[in-house]
T-cell receptor, first 116, second 113 residues
Framework: GAVVSQHPSWVICKSGTSVKIECRSL??????MFWYRQFPKQSLMLMAT?????????EQGVEKDKFLINHASLTLSTLTVTSAHPEDSSFYIC????????????FGPGTRLTVL | AQTVTQSQPEMSVQEAETVTLSCTYD???????LFWYKQPPSRQMILVIR??????QNATENRFSVNFQKAAKSFSLKISDSQLGDAAMYFC??????????FGDGTTLTVKP
């Protein structure tokens, strides 16, 4: 299967600071990137979808100015949580998609964000 | 919009026994994909099994099999000979041709020794 990495795996930050999460597809080209958020014991909720070189499309209720997504290359996408607050504490998962993945979805290992 | 419903928040099974997890979905599309994912405490999403909607034959992967009823929009997962390592949260997922996935709320499976 495809190899996906996320960095950092966990981060603790102070309220008001910004945090950047990186997602890399290590052995395939990700033309599309899905970013999910998961609260404890809950489902994965899609936050946004981005295509390489284009602006991201955000799901309803997700603030695009708070969750900045950059997908500048086919192997790297970043999610920046700006001016983080405790309610942004969650588990963030990326899922890159490419043409050769046979409609199978692969996920990064996730990033646990705790905002104090 | 598609919806996925898992009506069993928690399930329990005795080791070596069989358990079935339920999933129903709603869609107006005719072509799509259905998946079951396992999420252990590490929270890494692991693919368990997949089913293409155009295939009538139910998918099987070793001890895992599905009962896919397209007309009823039902997609249940059967785990045979349950093992302690099967304990996890299981998510049913619908994936459209456009690539967007919708996940159910999950079922926490406990395996008793």
């Amino acid at each position: 299967g495809a190899v996906v990495s996320q960095h950092p795996s966990w981060v603790i930050c102070k309220s008001g600071t910004s945090v950047k999460i990186e997602c890399r597809s290590l052995d395939f080209q990700a033309t599309t990137m899905f970013w999910y958020r998961q609260f404890p014991k809950q489902s994965l909720m899609l936050m946004a979808t981005s295509n390489e070189g284009s602006k991201a499309t955000y799901e309803q209720g997700v603030e695009k100015d708070k969750f900045l997504i950059n997908h500048a290359s086919l192997t790297l996408s970043t999610l920046t949580v700006t001016s983080a607050h405790p309610e942004d504490s969650s588990f963030y998962i990326c899922s890159p998609d490419g043409e050769l993945l046979n409609n199978e979805q692969f996920f990064g290992p996730g990033t646990r964000l705790t905002v104090l | 919009a598609q919806t996925v419903t898992q009506s069993q928040p928690e399930m329990s099974v005795q080791e070596a026994e069989t358990v079935t997890l339920s999933c129903t979905y709603d869609t107006s599309e005719s072509d799509y994909y259905l998946f079951w994912y396992k999420q252990p405490p590490s929270r890494q999403m692991i693919l368990v099994i997949r089913q293409e909607a155009y295939k009538q034959q139910n998918a099987t992967e070793n001890r895992f099999s599905v009962n896919f009823q397209k007309a009823a929009k039902s997609f249940s997962l059967k785990i045979s000979d349950s093992q302690l390592g099967d304990a996890a949260m299981y998510f049913c997922a619908y994936r459209s041709q456009a690539g967007k996935s919708t996940f159910g709320d999950g079922t926490t499976l406990t395996v008793k020794p």
